[in-house]
T-cell receptor, first 109, second 115 residues
Framework: DAKTTQPPSMDCAEGRAANLPCNHS???????VYWYRQIHSQGPQYIIH???NNETNEMASLIITEDRKSSTLILPHATLRDTAVYYC??????????FGEGTQLTVNP | EPEVTQTPSHQVTQMGQEVILRCVPI?????FYWYRQILGQKVEFLVS????????KSEIFDDQFSVERPDGSNFTLKIRSTKLEDSAMYFC?????????????FGDGTRLSIL
């Protein structure tokens, strides 16, 4: 079972920042947090990952709390095409990804 | 940008028939995976593969399933005798190397429909 918890759904206005929270209170010291998204039934798309420092790439920013028990994915200027299910995954085995239910983000015009 | 490609996009098969799903991972990647997603359910891990052998498999991956890297570029999933409950999206993924810092990259999947 997935060890992260996320809200089941969120809404965001187009052009505004979308902030998606994730709790991973059982994360161990050398586990990363990965974020993926899935649009309709397409394959999961990798977004970003981090260990303990905040990370930024062309898609998003990842803010990890100092105790590493939670994180926030930030889409700085959400568009309609960002409507998707977003998964926060704490990789437990170094091999498989264990997907939970994720957060359904709906970006509204 | 390099991507994982899967064929066919949709496969319809009679129950009891064998089916082979094909994947071309990103060219310099060394680790390969299959996942499935039954309609309306979570993405589930099936198997991981490295150095021409299975490195990990889930309880779903029973004797009806097998994987192969036949020619150094393709990575296949075979279901020997399909059942109705095998109907799902099947996703292939690849990863550059082992280690938590390397993400898995997914293809867009094959929709398998068993009649």
């Amino acid at each position: 079972d997935a060890k992260t918890t996320q809200p089941p759904s969120m809404d965001c206005a187009e052009g505004r920042a979308a902030n998606l929270p994730c709790n991973h209170s059982t994360i161990s010291g050398n586990e990363y947090v990965y974020w993926y998204r899935q649009i309709h039934s397409q394959g999961p798309q990798y977004i970003i990952h981090g260990l303990k420092n905040n990370e930024t790439n062309e898609m998003a920013s990842l803010i990890i709390t100092e105790d590493r028990k939670s994180s926030t994915l930030i889409l700085p200027h959400a568009t309609l095409r960002d409507t998707a299910v977003y998964y926060c995954i704490q990789e437990t085995s170094g091999s498989r990804l264990t997907f939970g239910e994720g957060t359904q983000l709906t970006v509204n015009p | 940008e390099p991507e994982v490609t899967q064929t066919p996009s949709h496969q319809v098969t009679q129950m009891g028939q064998e089916v082979i799903l094909r994947c071309v991972p990103i060219s310099n990647h060394l680790y390969f995976y299959w996942y499935r997603q039954i309609l309306g359910q979570k993405v589930e891990f099936l198997v991981s593969f490295y150095n021409n052998e299975i490195s990990e498999k889930s309880e779903i991956f029973d004797d009806q399933f097998s994987v192969e890297r036949p020619d150094g570029s393709n990575f296949t999933l075979k279901i020997r005798s399909t059942k109705l409950e095998d109907s799902a999206m099947y996703f292939c993924a690849s990863r550059l190397q082992q280690g938590w810092e390397q993400p898995q990259h997914f293809g867009d999947g094959t929709r398998l429909s068993i009649l």
